[in-house]
């Protein structure tokens, strides 16, 4: 009879285990264009201060939450203006009040940015890009979307778009 019980309340307790999991706080989101599509964390504002506090001006970033961003050209294209070619390629951006970088890697798989110092060497390209500040309330969670011929990114008060084909 114990090791009924015992069984019963291991099975209980693991199965109430299961179903209270919490939704991830940055659960990961693709964005798709066309030929062309993103793969991202998506971290939300939840009161902080954003661009030059949790993300700082002038520091490589993820360009999200968790693993490195992703972004997968179905066939030759370009980014920016620049030449890529079709593949997968990490997504890291450096923040600034103006302007943005927006770098290309071919090192896939990266937890954040924390040895991009090590991988810089695998960098595709690099292009600027002019942000704007966005009117009205914030944007509350990180989003990237592909509308026709670019890459837009959103965020806070930020708005940060790079031509794409």
């Known amino acids: 009879m114990y090791k009924i019980i015992l069984t019963a309340a291991i099975i209980a307790g693991s199965t109430t285990a299961a179903f209270s999991q919490d939704a991830p706080k940055s659960p990961r989101i693709t964005a798709e264009g066309n030929d062309v599509k993103v793969s991202y964390g998506q971290p939300s504002k939840r009161g902080r201060e954003i661009f030059g506090k949790l993300v700082p001006y002038g520091q490589i970033w993820r360009t999200g939450a968790n693993e490195a961003t992703e972004i997968t050209f179905a066939k030759n294209g370009s ?83 790079v031509p794409v084909k």
């Not at 030449?83 to 970088?101: N, R």
């Not at 009117?135 to 890459?151: A, M, Q, R, Y």
């Open 79 to 161: 980014f920016g203006g620049k030449p890529v070619k079709a593949g997968t390629y990490s997504l890291f951006t450096i923040p600034g009040e103006g302007e943005w970088t927006f770098i290309l890697n071919s090192e896939l798989k990266q937890w954040g940015a924390y040895k991009y110092e090590q991988i810089k060497g695998k960098d595709v390209l690099q292009v600027k890009a002019k942000s704007t500040k966005i009117s009205g309330d914030p944007v509350e969670k990180l989003t990237i979307t592909l509308p026709e011929g670019k890459l837009v990114l959103e965020w806070d008060q930020t708005k940060v778009e």
